[in-house]
């Protein structure tokens, strides 16, 4: 499982057509589209559920947007084997043009950047519940004392920022070890749930939740051309297994989450469970450890995008090398300090889902179907298609 998440990091950021680069199985692009797709929206599901009304809509919103979400995910893959390009925006440039193109990657950097903050919310989450849990309120005549600043989240995130975070995000290459955790959700409650009348608002909202939380769109690209057997069949059958993996996995979640909590359920799950159970501490720890590994590997994608557009037509010298240095120290130190300064505002994660939904649907819906209808006829995928088929 380790080698598959560096193999993972490795082919994302440098994919490769050749033959002789590493090449995926089939299992491996299972796991890796996967990894890509599952997060922090898995925190936000039970939330979601029930801005939906409960269990059926939810499930009728789902499986009405995994046709769309397999149907991009195939047409992307096509799309890359017909032009033989190996990253999402230059497969949508190659197709499209360099207009859409250049849309495509302000997408992908806001994406990217919104996605960090995230990660910083949830972490801010985290750390209030650990700090609860470790400090010992004192009483006097019935009244509790505020806490201390430095258990405050303002003063811990920020803190886990400078020493952590930011000192991982500044090397020019991550090579890290990603250690993958599972942990199990308590028992359901046995005792009647009441649920939320179901609301066409509360689709929407689970909408956006669901294209927060199924992107792998940007990632599949690098996954096909990494592919040892690169028939569209067979990247269907990819595809297809990947997507049913994951709706299962985000169902249950959101289900069990919805049933357990109803209608008071958080944004954010285990901001539901009690701060003194044993186990949902652990829980918190090891998925602020997953989100303190995985946020320097997002900055470094957004990053390199950035330093690509600002650098690219300088040539290698010792005045780039200073140029690259100073630049990617500048913005390293902007990418945390406002992701944080964002996170610290939002009230909670359903506020950063929404907005990163809403930039999801140009990578799951409107550039695969820019790429499915081409510049011209002699781009348009669908007279490819049926031509080739």
């Not at 560096?6 to 994919?15: G, N, T, V």
């Not at 090449?23 to 939906?52: M, R, T």
């Amino acid at each position: 499982m380790e080698e598959l998440a560096r193999e993972s990091i490795s082919l994302l950021a440098k994919p490769s057509l050749e033959s002789d680069s590493p090449q995926l199985s089939s299992f491996g692009a299972i796991f890796i589209l996967l990894k890509s797709a599952l997060g922090a929206g898995l925190l936000n599901f039970p939330w979601a559920f029930n801005k939906a009304g409960g269990m059926a809509p939810a499930i009728y919103v789902e499986l009405g947007s995994l046709i769309f979400l397999i149907s991009g995910l195939v047409i992307l893959g096509y799309a890359a084997s017909i032009s033989t390009q190996t990253t999402y925006q230059g497969v949508v440039r190659e197709i499209c043009g360099s207009a859409v193109g250049k849309l495509c990657e302000v997408c992908f950097i806001l994406n990217l950047f919104m996605i960090s903050v995230a990660f910083l919310r949830v972490m801010g989450d985290q750390l209030e519940k650990l700090c609860d849990s470790f400090s010992l309120n004192e009483t006097l005549n019935g009244d509790t004392f505020r806490q201390p600043w430095f258990i405050d989240q303002r003063f811990t995130l920020s803190t886990l920022c400078l020493l952590v975070i930011f000192p991982l995000s500044i090397p020019r290459q991550i090579v890290q070890r990603v250690q993958f955790w599972n942990w199990g959700m308590q028992g359901i409650n046995e005792e009647e749930v009441s649920t939320a009348s179901a609301r066409q608002t509360g689709c929407f909202v689970l909408c956006f939740v669901f294209l927060f939380s199924f992107q792998c769109h940007e990632a599949c690209v690098a996954i096909y051309c990494s592919l040892s057997d690169k028939r569209l069949s067979h990247w269907v059958v990819v595809s297809v297994l990947s997507m049913l993996f994951c709706l299962l996995i985000y169902s249950l979640t959101g289900l069990y989450g919805y049933l357990t909590f109803g209608a008071d359920v958080a944004a954010d799950i285990l901001m539901s469970y009690p701060g003194n159970d044993v186990m949902v501490i652990v829980a918190r720890l090891l998925f602020g450890i997953s989100i303190i590994t995985i946020y320097p590997i997002v900055l470094f994608l957004g990053r390199s995008v950035l330093q690509d557009v600002c650098l690219g037509s300088k040539q290698g010298c010792i005045q780039m090398e200073t140029s690259e240095k100073c630049m990617r120290i500048l913005l390293t130190t902007a990418w945390v300090v406002v992701t944080l300064i964002i996170a610290l505002c939002v009230p909670d994660i359903s506020e950063v889902v929404s907005v990163i939904g809403g930039i999801g649907a140009f990578f799951i819906f409107i550039f695969p179907g820019l790429a499915a209808a081409g510049q011209d006829e002699k781009t348009c995928l669908m007279s490819y298609f049926v031509k080739n088929w």
